[in-house]
């Protein structure tokens, strides 16, 4: 929709007038925008100027892209956390098992037991890599995340 007044600049009588019609002789029209760029209540797409309810939009747009942002840098960072509690969990664990391995007797009820510590070593390992890796995919994900969020989409106004 145009907002651009048409007006005719006639010369009568040697004298410059401006009107709204054609002119009887000699003269030109000329093409008058409003001052702002666009007249109240027109929807200029043009204008270089958003209206307050899409910069308004754009703003709140951009809160919620930073929230995303920081709920994710800190999801980043205790999984990475979690990663390294999970390994120290472990660890200690494998250690409390190979003291009680190590008090094992020579004999055959020593093996017994030894064997026995053994396969709830293997457990624990088992259990703490599937946690590890758990947590490895979810925070390759996340990362993921934060890089589609990095990256610059066009604003459309809804």
């Known amino acids: 929709m145009s907002v651009d007044a048409e007006v005719f600049k006639c010369t009568e009588d040697g004298k410059t007038v401006f009107q709204d019609k054609p002119c009887r002789g000699s003269g030109a029209a000329i ?16 204008s270089p100027v ?10 709140v747009r951009s809160m919620e ?16 956390n979690d990663i390294q ?28 037991w030894e064997q026995s510590i053994s396969a709830e070593m293997q457990a624990v390992s088992e259990k703490y890599r599937t946690r590890i890796q758990i947590s490895r995919d979810r925070l390759m ?15 459309l106004l809804q």
Do not use: C, W
Not at 31 to 46: E, L, M, R
Not at 65 to 80: F, H, M, V
Not at 97 to 108: E, P, T
């Open 31 to 46: 093409i008058v925008k409003p001052a702002s760029g666009s007249a109240p209540g027109a929807n200029d797409d043009t």
């Open 50 to 59: 958003a209206p307050p309810e899409a910069r308004l939009k754009e703003h």
């Open 65 to 80: 892209l930073e929230r995303k942002q920081r709920e994710i840098e800190y999801a980043i960072r205790d999984n990475e």
């Open 85 to 112: 509690g999970y390994q120290s969990q472990m660890e200690r664990e494998l250690a409390g098992l190979q003291r009680k391995k190590s008090l094992a007797k020579n004999n055959l009820a020593g093996a017994t």
């Open 141 to 155: 994900q996340l990362r993921k995340d934060a890089g589609e969020l990095r990256k610059p989409t066009p604003f």
